[in-house]
């Protein structure tokens, strides 16, 4: 499916590559005015590509103020399917015939030995993961193409949300759970911590969310880090 013009396609790409927004975000991530936001942001919520919420589908609910609150913007399951490519659909060619062929058993064991490739690139722990162990995984995860961020889940710093607000493997998560399962267990694996996936974009869910408990003493740095992503995400949605 293509986009109802470049205007939308930049802003699709945006909330596919930096996470939900409000008009005014998507405005300053690309350069735009307002005024020039709200009629492709309209075409694509007509074409079904986005939605419009009163909050994000991730993070800790916003605190309570007067007026009518913005509206927050993200990608619909058929949004980030309009992003896929001949590549994907080979590849859950592929899962199948290991299904058909392999049973459970085939699948269970390339979702293990893919989520270990994910261990490697993330590193080992280093005791209890921080915010800012946190916020590096992030990163790496960003430039597997997971557009990760992080946030404070909770009053005491004493957990944060992993976002991922895409997916390379969406649709192959959705038909075979057992990719979730295996990533879910390499988080975990390489922080050296249970974590809890409340949610993921193979489901439904807007974006694939982790809890992850941190030691809030050594909160201090994931500001810093998590400017540094947004900078730099703002800069390849400007491109």
Known sequence: MKFPG????????????????TASDLADRLGLTATAIRRPLAALIDSDLVVASDRAPYGPAPAPRRGRPSQVF??????????????E?????????????????????????????????IGPANGVPSAASVQSMADTLTTAGYAASVDIASDDARTV???QHACPV???????????????????????????????????????????????RRLAGVSQATSILQTNSNRRAMA
């Open 170 to 216: 969406a649709e192959a998560a959705g038909e075979f759970p057992a990719l979730c399962e295996a990533e879910t267990a390499a988080l975990g694996q390489a922080l050296g911590v249970h974590v809890t996936r409340l949610a993921t974009i193979a489901h439904g869910d807007g974006v694939c969310t982790t809890v992850i408990p941190i030691d809030a």
């Open 89 to 121: 659909d080979l590849a859950l060619e592929l899962l199948r015939f290991v299904a058909r062929t392999q049973g459970r058993t085939g699948i269970e064991a390339f979702a293990a030995e893919r989520a270990d490739r994910l261990v490697q690139r």
């Open 74 to 87: 993200s990608l619909t399951q058929a949004g980030r399917s309009a992003f896929s490519d001949a590549t």
């Open 6 to 21: 470049e205007a939308a396609a930049r802003i699709a790409r945006s909330l596919l590559d930096v996470g939900p927004g």
């Open 161 to 163: 949300q992993l976002c």
